[in-house]
C-alpha cells in the first residue's frame, strides 16, 4: 500500500488495481455488477487505507515533539460526508477523478452515494468539526474526543407538511468505510456504586469508588485530513460496550429481572444523539453519555501522558483539555477523581493541575441551555463525582467570602450548587471555575457573558474570561462546495487563499471590474440552477432562477425567528394580491431546519411555513413573484447545495440570544448579502464588510432589554399596524387551511396571546423596511454583484484557521509542529 499524503506520489493504475482488489475481496462483489453504491464503499476503503497510515504517523510523530497537544472535547462532531472533502485535502481529487473516468466511472456519483454522519446538532457540532479541519490544516497537535453514536440526528421528512422524524442509520449495513476501531484503546467505565475509605500499603486513609457496573469505552478512529501538508489527526469517538449482561450482586440476591436494568439502561449510552439545540433536559442517559465520554477521553489522554514516561505534574504543560459547552464538563471531576484516588496526589496538587489544563468554551446565554444536573442524580450516578464537586464548591465559598465578606447573595448566585428544594448542580459554574480560560464566541457574545452571565466571576478571575470569534473552514466551505467561484478566485489570486483566506482580500481589487462582476454573478447563476435542478428532480418544484434566492437555514428556534420571515412573506403575498401598485423582483424563500422532536411550537412553525407554501406556491395570480420552499432533512450535504446559491442570508435572531451563528459566515462568504440584526456575529460580519453591503435592521441587545424592561406587549404592534395585523389574521383566519380550521392558530397565538417571547412584532416592521431595500438593491444588478464580491473578498476573518490561531495564541499558547 502506497502512502499519498498529498498527491505527489500517486500512482494511478496502482490505485486502480486497488480499488477494484477492494470490491472483490472485501465487498464481494464482481466489478460488472458493482453498484455506485459499491463503488463509494470500496473507494472509501481504499483512501481511508491511505488516511489510517498518515493518522499513525502523525501520531507518532507528535509523540515525538515535547509540545502541547489540544484535546477538543466534544460530544457533537457534525462531520459531514468526509469522501470529497478528504480528496480535496490529500491532495488527489483530480487525479482520482481521472483514474475513475478511465474506469467509466463518475466521482462526482460516488460522492453523492456518501450518508452525512449527523454526530450533531447545528452550529456547536459543525463548529467542532471546521475546528479539527483548521488544526490538521495549520499541523497544531490535537485530537479530537467524541461520542460514536449508533444513530446520529434523525432524518427529516415531512407528511402532509408536518415534521416526521425517523432513525438515521449513518454507517448503514457495511459500515463506514473512514472509520477504524482501535481495540487497544479500550477503557472501562464506571456507573453507581459506592465510595469507601481505606488504609493503603503506608497506613494512609484513602478513598475509592466501587461502581456498581462497569462497561467498556471502544474507540473509533475517523481521519481528519490536513490540507495538503501531510497531517492526519485523530476524531476519537467511543462506542459504549456492556460487557457483563447482569449486575451480579442483584442477580445473586434472587433479583434475576432487575439485575439486568442497569445494563440495559448502560447499553443505550451511544444509541443516539440526543436530538436538541440549545436546550438541555436532565435526562439521566444524557449524563451517561456526557460522563462516558469524559471518562474514556480523560483516560486516554493520561494513558498517552503516561505511556511516554511523563510525570503527572507535566500535564498541564502538554495536555489542555478544551471543554466545548457544558456537556464534557464532568471530565473536572473525574481528572480529579484519578489524579487523587488512583495516582495519589494531594488536592492541592491535582487541583493546581486541572486548573491549568481545562479551558471552556460557552455557547450561549440562553437559560434554557444552560446545563444544570440534579445533585441527586449525580450522588447516585457518580458518588465519588459528587463529593469533589463539593470540595471544589467549598474552596469557591471560600474565596467568594474573601473578596465579598458576609454577601450571601453572591455566594448563592456563584456557588456551583443551586440551593432550593432539589439542590442542582450548575456546569457553567464548575466550568468557569476550573478552567484557566473561559471564552465566548463572538465579541458580542462574549460581551455579554462578561456583563451578563458572568460578571461576578469577571471580578473574581481577572482576564480569564475572553473572547474568540468563531469561523468556518475554507476548505469545506468555499473550495469543496462551490468549486465554480473557487475557480474564478483562483484565476485572479492564485490558490494561497485555501491555506490562508486572508488573501481572498485581493478580490477586492475587481469589485468594480464589469468583467469580473460578470464572471461572478454567472456563477452564481450557475449554482442557483444546480439547486433548481436538484429541487425540481427531488421536489417536483420549479423556481426561477432570476429571483432572488432568499435563504434561511438553520435549526428551528423561536430565537432564530422563522416566523418573522414567514410574517414577512405574508406580508408580500397580501400586499401583491391587494395593491395593484405594488411589485417586487420575483423572490424564492428557501427553507430548511429541523426541530427538536419535542418542541412543539418550532414544529407548528414548520407546518405553517409549509401550509403557506403550498397556497403561494399553487396561486397563479402572483406571476411566479414568489415562492416559498422548505426542503426536509436539513444537514451538512444540503448547506453545500443552498448556500452557493444563496443571494440573501437570513440572520434575523432576537439581538442576544444567537452567541455567534456561523451559517452566516459560510453565507457571505459565498457572496450572499446578510440581512441581519446586531447579534452574534453579525455585528463582525457588518464591521467587515461595511454597511453598504449588509441589511441591519431592528432592535439592539440594551433596546430588547429595556423593552422588555418597560414590559412588551405585542398587541400595541398588532393593533397599529395593518400590515402586521392582515398577516397575524391570515394566520387565524385559515386562508392557508381551509379545510382544517384552527390549525396555524398556535403560531399567531404564541406572538400576541402568550407574549411573543423573542419580539417578533417588534421588528417586524423594521424588518420589511430592510426587505424592501433589499428588493430596491436588487434591481441594480452591477451595484449587486459589487457587494456580493465584497462579501466573498471581505469575510477571510471568519476562516476557522483565523479561529484556531486565536485559540493557539491567546489560550493554548501552542504552536504547529512543522
Ligand atoms: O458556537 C457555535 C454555535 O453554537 C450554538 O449553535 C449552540 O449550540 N450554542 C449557538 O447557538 C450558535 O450561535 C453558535 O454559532
Known amino acids: ?68 497537544k489540544i484535546n477538543y472535547l466534544s460530544l457533537e462532531f457534525l462531520i459531514g460526508r468526509l469522501t470529497g472533502n478528504n480528496l480535496i485535502n490529500l491532495g488527489l481529487y483530480e487525479k482520482i477523478e481521472e483514474a475513475l473516468q478511465e474506469m467509466d466511472l463518475a466521482l462526482s456519483d460516488i460522492l453523492e452515494e456518501e450518508r452525512d454522519p449527523a454526530l450533531g446538532n447545528g452550529g456547536l457540532g459543525r463548529l467542532a468539526a471546521c475546528f479539527m479541519d483548521s488544526l490538521a490544516s495549520q499541523a497544531l497537535p490535537a485530537v479530537g474526543y467524541g461520542l460514536h453514536y449508533e444513530y446520529g440526528l434523525f432524518k427529516q421528512s415531512f407528511a402532509a407538511g408536518r415534521q416526521v422524524e425517523s432513525p438515521d442509520t449513518w454507517r448503514e449495513a457495511l459500515g463506514y468505510p473512514w472509520e477504524r476501531r482501535r481495540p487497544e484503546l479500550t477503557q472501562t467505565v464506571g456507573f453507581w456504586g459506592h465510595v469507601e475509605q481505606y488504609s493503603d500499603d503506608r497506613g494512609k486513609l484513602r478513598k475509592r469508588w466501587v461502581p456498581g457496573l462497569k462497561v467498556e469505552g471502544i474507540a473509533w478512529d475517523l481521519p481528519v485530513v490536513g490540507y495538503q501538508n501531510e497531517i492526519t489527526l485523530p476524531l476519537r469517538l467511543w462506542e459504549c460496550h456492556t460487557g457483563d449482561p447482569f449486575d451480579l450482586a442483584r442477580f445473586n440476591e434472587g433479583d434475576f429481572v432487575g439485575a439486568q436494568y442497569p445494563v440495559l439502561e448502560a447499553s443505550n449510552i451511544t444509541k443516539v444523539l440526543y436530538p436538541n439545540d440549545n436546550h438541555e433536559q436532565g435526562k439521566t442517559l444524557r449524563l451517561m453519555q456526557q460522563y462516558f465520554h469524559c471518562a474514556c477521553s480523560v483516560g486516554d489522554i493520561l494513558r498517552r501522558h503516561l505511556a511516554l514516561g511523563r510525570e503527572l505534574k507535566t500535564l498541564p504543560k502538554l495536555e489542555t483539555i478544551q471543554l466545548n459547552d457544558t456537556h464534557p464538563v464532568i471530565a473536572i471531576p473525574e481528572l480529579m477523581r484519578l489524579l487523587i484516588d488512583d495516582h495519589d496526589l494531594s488536592w492541592d496538587e491535582a487541583w493546581d493541575i486541572c486548573t491549568r489544563t481545562f479551558a471552556y468554551t460557552n455557547h450561549t446565554l440562553l437559560p434554557e441551555a444552560l446545563e444544570t444536573w440534579s445533585e441527586g442524580l449525580i450522588a447516585h450516578l457518580l458518588p465519588r463525582h459528587m463529593e469533589i464537586i463539593f470540595d471544589i464548591n467549598h474552596e469557591l465559598m471560600v474565596k467568594v467570602q474573601q473578596q465579598w465578606p458576609g454577601d450571601i447573595g453572591k455566594m448563592s448566585k456563584l456557588s456551583i450548587i443551586q440551593e432550593g428544594d432539589h439542590r442542582q448542580v450548575r456546569m457553567a459554574n464548575l466550568a468557569v471555575v476550573t478552567s484557566y480560560a473561559v471564552n465566548g464566541v463572538a465579541a458580542l457574545h ?29 476548505r469545506r466551505w468555499i473550495k469543496a462546495c462551490n468549486p465554480a467561484l473557487s475557480s474564478i478566485i483562483t484565476e485572479k489570486l492564485g490558490d494561497g487563499w485555501i491555506r490562508e483566506l486572508s488573501e481572498i482580500e485581493g478580490l477586492k481589487a475587481f469589485a468594480d471590474d464589469k468583467e469580473f462582476q460578470q464572471a461572478f454573478m454567472t456563477v452564481k447563476k450557475a449554482n442557483k440552477q444546480k439547486l433548481a435542478d436538484w429541487v425540481e428532480e427531488h421536489h417536483g418544484i420549479t423556481l426561477n432562477t432570476d429571483a432572488i434566492f432568499d435563504v434561511q437555514i438553520k435549526r428551528l428556534h423561536e430565537y432564530k425567528r422563522q416566523h418573522l420571515n414567514l410574517l414577512h412573506i405574508l406580508s408580500l403575498y397580501h400586499r401583491l394580491l391587494n395593491e395593484p401598485e405594488f411589485d417586487i423582483h420575483p423572490r424564492v424563500f428557501i427553507f430548511a431546519a429541523k426541530a427538536a422532536p419535542g418542541y412543539a411550537i418550532a414544529k407548528d412553525i414548520i407546518y405553517a411555513i409549509n401550509r403557506v407554501a403550498e397556497t403561494v406556491n399553487n396561486d397563479q395570480r402572483l406571476n411566479d413573484k414568489l415562492k416559498v420552499i422548505f426542503l426536509p432533512d436539513y444537514r451538512v450535504s444540503l448547506a453545500e447545495l443552498i448556500i452557493p446559491a444563496a443571494d440573501i442570508s437570513e440572520q434575523i435572531s432576537t439581538a442576544g440570544k444567537e452567541a455567534s451563528g456561523t451559517g452566516n459566515m459560510k453565507l457571505a462568504m459565498n457572496g450572499a448579502l446578510t440581512i441581519g440584526t446586531m447579534d452574534g456575529a453579525n455585528v463582525e460580519i457588518r464591521e467587515e464588510v461595511g454597511d453598504d453591503n449588509i441589511f441591519i435592521f431592528g432592535l439592539k441587545v440594551d433596546e430588547v432589554k429595556a423593552l422588555q424592561a418597560r414590559g412588551y406587549d405585542s398587541f400595541i404592534y398588532y393593533d397599529s399596524d395593518p400590515q402586521l395585523k392582515a398577516c397575524l389574521n391570515m394566520l387565524q383566519d385559515d386562508t392557508f387551511t381551509p379545510e382544517r380550521p384552527g390549525e396555524l392558530i398556535s403560531v399567531a397565538r404564541n406572538l400576541l396571546d402568550y407574549g411573543d417571547p423573542y419580539l417578533v412584532l417588534a421588528d417586524f416592521s423594521a424588518y420589511c423596511d430592510a426587505q424592501c431595500a433589499v428588493d430596491k438593491s436588487y434591481r441594480d444588478q452591477s451595484s449587486w454583484a459589487k457587494k456580493a464580491i465584497l462579501n466573498t473578498a471581505l469575510t477571510s476573518k471568519f476562516s476557522s484557521d483565523r479561529s484556531i490561531q486565536d485559540y493557539a495564541n491567546n489560550i493554548w499558547r501552542l504552536s504547529s509542529v512543522r
Open 446 to 474: 462574549s460581551d455579554l457573558v462578561k456583563r451578563d452571565l458572568f460578571p461576578e466571576f469577571d471580578k473574581l478571575y481577572p482576564r480569564k474570561l475572553t473572547n474568540v470569534t468563531n469561523g468556518v473552514t475554507p
Open 1 to 68: 500500500m502506497t502512502m499519498y499524503s498529498h498527491g505527489s506520489n500517486f500512482d494511478k493504475e496502482q490505485f486502480q488495481r486497488e480499488l477494484r482488489q477492494v470490491l472483490k475481496s472485501q465487498l464481494a462483489v464482481i466489478e460488472k455488477n458493482a453498484t455506485t453504491k459499491d463503488w463509494y464503499l470500496a473507494l472509501g476503503r481504499v483512501l481511508s487505507q491511505y488516511t489510517s497510515m498518515n493518522l499513525l504517523d502523525t501520531e507518532a510523530f507528535i509523540d515525538g515533539e515535547k509540545t502541547r
